[in-house]
């Protein structure tokens, strides 16, 4: 087998990427400008063996992909705002109850209905805070074709590792825009599968982990696992009035995440190395955004560009060493200023300025070079 | 004013005629999409596609022969027309544009 | 000869500045608003009462075009936006306009429980088959065996016969045209519109840009001409007798008008008695 | 060089393919960098319809069409809201029978695409025909990279037709180019 | 002599370490389960491939007590999750367990669409005619006229038919029992669980605690009574009419039983179709 | 009329405080622990000529108190957080679409159904973040069943004021404690309605607004107003492609909040004058920290306690100016660390410190006390 | 193997019996939560509340008469309790705990 | 200073109530202040039921009760659950046929409320005979406060004979403070 370039559109990219990471069961509800993810899953799943089905919602397709986890599969959904607001209930079922799974989020200008055919950026920090009481998710954002290939075979693997469900944050530009892909032989790629329980039934502790993630015992192996929304012990049963389980609990759902930060970190760094201001941007925004930095450093300004693909966990303790180096942070997104909090809370807000778009379009690399030449010169 | 007469009218219709009345056809050409609804289902076969392009780059219907006695004013193609471009208006009532 | 003119008896029910609407040639949703606004025009409602809610889709598009108080919400939330707005505000004529996906799909449980409730609106459901906005998903009435983008290998999901639903969840009105059938069509929102209670008239429609073409009917007016050869009016059947099959008849008419105490009544009622 | 062309036309002319086989050809055959972007309305009915292309050798980071080298349109609606963000020493195609042209206008090539796709027996090939042309005159794409993203965008059965289009506007185009 | 004993039989179904269960002196819950463990026992359902499904309640803590493969999800969700599972897994046999107000208040939606589609797979639901697990709320079941605590002036909402509302729904099969029809029911249960298809089986079910205190009946004994004074069994008949009233006849029974391809089947052929 | 003294919990003291504010419409669905307040409002409504209706689900509840606001009723719901997560995507259109409404969210532990009958403070970051795309609500935090009178009638004025769903963020405790609740005479409450428009139907502009606020004609008053969740122009007419008028909108809605939060800043101070350290704490919470500043104040420490009331929008200006007497900052809340974040990003990480509590249970006097200690002496 | 006897068992008592069969009736009292389905059901009147408290302060059922041969074995009580507290075993059949 | 007090029984005794009355006429008619917090399990289902008061002159923050001053119990589960938080000098108030003593407990207030109150023809009213007693031995809450706050909270034609639980009870618990 060898590698084959194709030319793929965001959305069609990452329903490719799903299907070569082992995705065999989607379920969804159409949204522009998501819908040919689920378009493009209709039609291929069948061709591998996998299922498709159309739910009457998003609330049942997120349902539907947790209990197809459990089923065995890995299992993937795609939507934008509107959707992933209805998801966001069972995305808290998903990480209470440690069920690997994709998200894909292709975001357009919001709030509510807003621009349902254009760009936006502005469920960055929804997709962190979006369901009730404390938990975690991973979330990824590609600004390519290629990286909606890489990203979510990268989602499907760091599912089935963390047990969790991983949002990729594409946005509406990046899902429509076509480029060429590059699909590296099956050999070249990565696969990860989750931990099998590896005792009999009956010392099979479905809810114990000894290095943060249990393994995972599906329906129809003989385990006769319970699973619940509920506070559970180590045995999956509720516990439902002790703190002191609840606190066991929360506190490793949280901390396989947040104390597994420096794995799951994933930056490019663009002329960086002299940099004295830094761009922080990611998707389609760090797209204007090299190009200005290639704007810039042709006239002779010391800027680079801070690209995150992972954004949840978000590197706390990277950008607080950075905020020695650098001398200011300039945040390009496609929302009022979300990362931006996030970059604040590390480096200072003295040294965080932002450039937001309100979303229906994206940053043309002449405002951002304005806007650092505005903020290297100090102003 | 105008609008109530057009009301009166609209009643009027509906109920059964007893000799066969006449119908002024009105046509709103740049609204028209083309559609063909009206030229299909007239029950007098009164209109046709015409020739001209609206602006849109469709072709409005147009009346059969210059002479419209041949409508009979049922109003189908008024309520059918899926983009408020055409209207009727009965010949026994006295003329009356309305707009 | 024909009269060329500027504007449309009809102009004032709509937001005139708001047309040519944004439908597509040969879509079914401008002949529907058309046959709604002459029903308006007839019955004695007075649009200062009357509010339009819609949910989202190319039929929830309508209240954007209606000039009344109007409402365009989110996708399947139309129903209870409504019961809130008729509720809050009793001397309303509230109508929902929407399409089979928003009202059946995401926004079924409103409508079996509004139904059940007998709340007192009226709900006007576009039928085409498909999720037109979208681009021609999958619906919960597209016809066995049909193609659609999230089914391009003919779909396998039994459809939903929404009459048969509306009736089982109480509503106390059912009809269903298609768009062909204009005049009995603009009729039935009549009688819709001048039931109390829960009344809902579905209107098979064509979407030529979404479903029609990926399935033999490119064009709005060949769905029409099929709706002419196939539509067999039965009033009064049991709804449950009114399937609709990809090539098959498709049974029309007025199957439930019955008469039950409503929500609203009920709940005035009951104020009365607990200020007592 | 980044080279940034915009399609215009009207909803059904295939206005959207033309742009992806553009890009497609470029990247795929030609080896070079391409980006195709459909453009979108507030929702797909009718009306209005774009697409646009932009092909570089080096690494295209901004993916939009903002001021276009090449313009085709085929449509007067298109041509009226687009020749005005034409860079100043831009190309113009125009099928010269839907276009009408408004003011002096810099380069200009043209071709009654319609015409000679209703010729060959099928009006919905005209884009076909145009992008031949496209082609023969920018020089931008190798007609073998164009005629190959064309032939594995049809249907079997339509094969010989399209390369006939194809074939067929290339041809004017070089004639174009060469006068 | 009655003989003292450590341990029942049924124990193995059961997580036995989790007896006894939650529920109040009376509750109907208990012998639900009870029939639903008994039918097991007799249907040849290899345990290891069944997984049971619930949502959120009194009833949903099912799956918590059952010893096989068992979801407690959140409320509403147990059906799509379990087409999840179903189709992911097309070798178990799932069953959904769960509450009037899970299935068909907030769950209302998925259980229509499920049953549309005709998943395969068995919903039990016992329908206690009030919101048992959050203190005695008004339910999509409750009786008109009835008391609960957020209808203190007595219910003015018309109660859904659970059974019609499937069978207009799509499912294959239909049937509603009382808790007391210990016998039926659990015939009833093993039909069910053996049928190809979305099949229902709908219990009525006592709720002393929250439900029948503010309704005449204090104890799960006197609800029972009633039943059995006021249940006719009508095989066979129109689901319509087998409405609830308070203080009227209960009509039980099985009342669809029909063959219809599955949505599974359809599409593990369409699998193949594509594949070749 | 004079002031009547009532024994209430904070779910009915809630359910009174909005009935003297004018609700006359509640939509809602039961849930542990709010359902109390549902429960009132079913008994107390129809006493006062208002309807009451209990929806099939938490989606049709919030969808409901929208319709019922333009019905031209104030209207709210009170819900836990699974339903606070379900209402998000309308709470989106209520922001979006300028509708006035209170949402009570009484706050148990999670995530997922997690611990239906015991405390949480977890969904602080959800209240402002759980929709999809940039918006700004108003949420309000009591403490006691005499606050949860107050805070619900100001957050009925609030969302009439602002014209914005306002979230009263209850927890558990609060909403279950019975305590003594004093009803002013009438004539002592201050009520705020809606603005109504002033000029003739042919001249409204529904969105537009000269003070950031526009006025607002409701169903039946003859003015014949669109209303819609996508972008929309000052006339209220969708405009989903123009990104300028995007602009002009989330700008405007976002900033009628963020510009707005001095006026919105609502902060009781306790023993902070001479405070060294400071707690930062609010809802239950506070009630112990207080406990435990007066526990630490008899031992000599210098301690006070910034108890929030209003918490979104955070009060940044007012942390950032502390930051420069404060030394150290202990924030306690019954979450893994969400309010923290915020008071991290205003007064930098190293003055920051987190006493956190995964759910169940408050914080006991002593271990905030134990705490203090620690962090006053510098360990 | 002894459960798999237990479900022979309960598949013979579904075929209606020739001759009255009798049954020997299992309690776990501290399961009882005293809801007297099975007293007021049983077909033969064989059980009643007995005085003693169970652990959780409920009457657990008893026989009424110490011969209990009045019990069919018809398994309703079994069947219908909501807390596995009661099980049956048929006489005939050879004396077999089941725990 | 700062009193709390613990009430235990079971589900149907009535044992929230007690909690909600001692806290409200403690409250609203003597003056003080007064936290009451029901107590929550998993699910309102039967079982062990318990409910806490908090009395005191100054504010009271910390509304729960962690070790309480005065417990009563009515049932043998919640005595053994409860008896270990009370405090060292702290008294336990029990219903005498419920509830056996295990080992030697410190101060102790014994009372057959349950019998009581089916003499009185109602055994529900147990939880108001005990009430009296609590008040009687405690004098924690004055007799007036402690019979309007019943008074309120019990229908009509019931108040005689809650009024007369609570003097019996209450009798009984000046007996034995007088002891
Ligand atoms: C929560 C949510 N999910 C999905 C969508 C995308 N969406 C918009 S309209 C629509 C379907 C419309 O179908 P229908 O109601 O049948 O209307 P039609 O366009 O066919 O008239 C969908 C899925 C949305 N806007 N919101
Ligand atoms: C999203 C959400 N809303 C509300 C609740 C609260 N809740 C839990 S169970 C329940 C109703 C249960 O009623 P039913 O399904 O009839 O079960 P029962 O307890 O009567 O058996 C409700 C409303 C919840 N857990 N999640
Ligand atoms: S009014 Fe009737 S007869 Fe006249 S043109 Fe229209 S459809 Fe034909
Ligand atoms: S029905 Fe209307 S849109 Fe269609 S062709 Fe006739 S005039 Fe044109
Ligand atoms: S897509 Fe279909 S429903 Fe929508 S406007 Fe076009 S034809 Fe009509
Ligand atoms: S509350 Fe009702 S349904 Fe729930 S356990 Fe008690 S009796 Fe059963
Ligand atoms: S088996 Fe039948 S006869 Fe025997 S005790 Fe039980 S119910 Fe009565
Ligand atoms: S049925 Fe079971 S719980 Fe009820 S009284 Fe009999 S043994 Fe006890
Ligand atoms: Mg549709
Ligand atoms: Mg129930």
């Not at chain 1, 705002?81 to 994709?102: K, R």
């Amino acid at each position: 087998m060898k590698k084959q370039i194709k030319f793929y559109s965001g959305n069609i990219a990452a329903a490719e990427g799903a299907l070569v990471a082992g995705c065999r069961f989607f379920a969804g509800y159409p949204i522009t400008p998501s819908s040919e993810i689920a378009e493009h899953m209709a039609l291929r799943l069948p061709q591998v063996g996998g299922v498709f089905i159309q739910m009457e919602d998003e609330l049942a397709s997120m349902a539907a992909i947790l209990g197809a986890s459990w089923g065995g599969a890995k299992s993937m959904t795609a939507t934008s705002g509107p959707g992933f607001s209805l998801m966001q209930e069972n995305i808290g079922l998903g990480a209470m109850t440690e069920t690997p799974c994709v998200v894909i989020n292709v975001q357009r200008a919001g709030p509510s209905t807003g621009m349902p055919t254009l760009v936006g950026q502005a469920d960055i920090m929804q997709a962190r805070w979006g369901s009730h009481g404390d938990y975690e998710i991973i979330a990824l954002s590609p600004f390519s074709p290629q990286e909606c290939f890489d990203l979510t075979i990268k989602a499907f693997n760091l599912a089935e590792e963390y047990r969790v469900p991983v949002i990729v944050l594409m946005d509406e530009s990046v899902g429509h825009m076509f480029e060429k892909v590059v699909i590296p032989p099956k050999d070249k790629i990565k696969i990860v599968e989750r931990k099998k329980p590896t005792v009999p039934p009956e010392k099979y502790m479905p809810y114990k982990a000894e290095d943060f993630v249990p393994e995972m015992a599906c329906a129809g192996e003989g385990y006769n696992v319970h699973v619940t929304g509920l506070t559970h012990d180590e045995k999956g049963y509720p516990q439902a009035t002790d703190p002191e389980v609840q606190d066991r609990l929360v506190r490793r759902l949280c901390d396989k995440i947040r104390k597994n930060e420096k794995k799951l970190r994933d930056i490019e760094e663009y002329e960086m190395d002299d940099a004295e201001v830094a761009i922080v941007s990611f998707g389609i925004s760090a797209r204007s955004s090299k190009a200005a930095v290639r704007l810039a450093r042709q006239r002779g300004y010391k800027v680079g560009l801070i690209r995150l693909k992972t954004i949840w966990p978000f590197p706390d303790e990277y950008f607080e060493k950075l905020a020695d180096e650098i001398k200011k942070f300039v945040v390009v997104e496609i929302n009022y200023g979300q990362i931006k909090l996030e970059v604040e809370r590390n480096v200072g807000r003295d040294k965080t300025f932002l450039l937001p778009k309100m979303g229906g379009e994206i940053h043309k690399p002449d405002e951002i070079y304005r806007k650092i030449k505005e903020v290297y010169n100090g102003n | 004013m105008k609008n109530n007469n057009w009301k009166d009218k609209m009643k009027y219709w509906v109920k059964k005629e007893l000799k066969p009345p006449h119908g002024k056809v009105y046509i709103i050409k740049d609204r028209c999409k083309g559609c063909g609804f009206c030229i299909e289902f007239c029950p007098q076969g009164v209109l046709q596609e015409s020739e001209e392009f609206n602006a849109k780059g469709y072709h409005p219907p147009k009346l059969v022969e210059t002479d419209d006695k041949k409508c009979i004013g049922c109003g189908f193609c008024s309520l059918i027309c899926p983009e408020f471009a055409i209207h009727i208006e009965k010949e026994e009532e006295k003329d009356e544009k309305t707009d | 000869m024909e009269i060329e003119a500027k504007s449309h008896p009809l102009d004032r029910y709509l937001r005139a500045e708001r047309i040519p609407h944004i439908w597509c040639p040969g879509c079914g949703l401008g002949t529907v608003l058309n046959c709604f606004l002459h029903a308006l025009e007839e019955t004695n409602i007075n649009l200062k009462n009357l509010a339009v809610v819609s949910g989202i889709g190319c039929t929830g598009r309508v209240a954007g075009y209606i000039n009344v108080d109007s409402y365009h919400t989110t996708h399947g939330r139309a129903i209870p936006f409504a019961t809130g707005l008729k509720l809050a505000n009793p001397k309303l004529k509230v109508v929902v306009f929407s399409g089979d996906g928003d009202l059946f799909a995401i926004g079924g449980n409103h409508f079996i429980h509004a139904a059940r409730r007998n709340i007192d609106m009226t709900v006007i459901c576009v039928n085409n088959y498909n999720y037109g906005m979208t681009g021609g998903q999958l619906g919960p009435t597209t016809p066995l065996e049909a193609r659609t983008t999230t089914a391009p290998y003919g779909n396998i999901e039994h459809p939903f016969n929404l009459c048969h639903v509306a009736a089982a969840s109480g509503a106390v009105y059912v009809a269903r045209w298609t768009s062909l059938h204009v005049r009995r069509l603009k009729e039935s929102m009549k009688e819709a519109l001048n039931k109390k209670g829960f009344s809902f008239v579905e209107i098979i429609a064509p979407c030529p840009t979404a479903f029609g073409r990926r399935n033999k009917e490119p064009t709005g007016l060949e769905t029409l001409k099929y709706y002419k050869e196939h539509s067999v009016i039965k009033h009064g059947i049991d709804p449950a007798e009114a399937d609709i099959e990809m090539g098959g008849d498709i049974i029309v008419g007025k199957f439930v008008d019955i008469e039950k105490p409503t929500f609203d009544e009920a709940v005035h009622e009951l104020i009365k008695k607990a200020r007592k | 060089m980044r080279i940034e062309i915009k399609f215009g036309g009207f909803g059904g002319q295939g206005i959207i393919l033309m742009g992806n086989i553009t890009a497609r050809a470029a990247a795929i055959y030609d080896g070079k960098n391409a980006v195709f972007t459909p453009s979108y309305g507030p929702e797909a009915r009718g009306g209005a319809a774009s697409s646009n292309v932009v092909i570089s050798e080096e690494e295209i980071d901004y993916p939009y069409v903002t001021n276009p080298d090449i313009l085709v349109v085929m449509s007067q609606g298109a041509y009226e809201k687009f020749a005005p963000i034409l860079k100043d020493d831009g190309l113009l195609i125009i099928d010269e029978d839907l276009v009408k042209l408004k003011n002096g206008e810099g380069k200009v090539a043209k071709i009654p695409a319609t015409r000679i796709a209703e010729e060959l027996g099928k009006r919905i090939v005209a884009n076909i025909v145009m992008l031949g042309f496209f082609t023969g005159v920018t020089k931008l794409i190798s007609y073998d990279a164009i005629k190959k993203a064309v032939l594995e965008s049809v249907p079997a059965r339509f094969r010989e037709l399209n390369e006939e289009a194809l074939e067929k506007g290339y041809r004017q185009g070089i004639e174009w180019q060469e006068e």
